[in-house]
């Protein structure tokens, strides 16, 4: 996967969750269902912040393709 392609798919993730501005993702290959395009698992692992002033562990998957489209999602709580 191309360094444009995790920069596409890190813009879409930190829209959603800005606390993961600056985080570098682990990056996994996927076995893709049948004649699917190769599918990556991207881990992006930062904290938030609350307002009482501690902060969360936050752990976001992604499921994307080779060309930057997301699949899937996923967050801890």
């Known amino acids: ?3 444009d392609t995790v920069g596409k ?3 879409t993730v930190v829209s959603q969750f800005p606390e993961l501005e600056g985080v570098r993702p682990a990056i996994r290959r996927q076995a ?3 004649d699917s ?3 990556f698992l991207l881990t992006y692992k930062g904290a938030a912040r ?3 002033g501690k902060s969360l ?3 976001v998957r ?3 393709d080779d060309e930057g489209h997301v699949i899937r999602i996923s967050t801890s709580r």
């Open 50 to 52: 609350l307002p009482n």
């Open 9 to 11: 798919i890190t813009r």
């Open 62 to 64: 992604v499921v994307a």
């Open 1 to 3: 996967m191309n360094r």
């Open 32 to 34: 893709p269902p049948g």
């Open 57 to 59: 562990p936050r752990v």
């Open 37 to 39: 395009p190769d599918l």
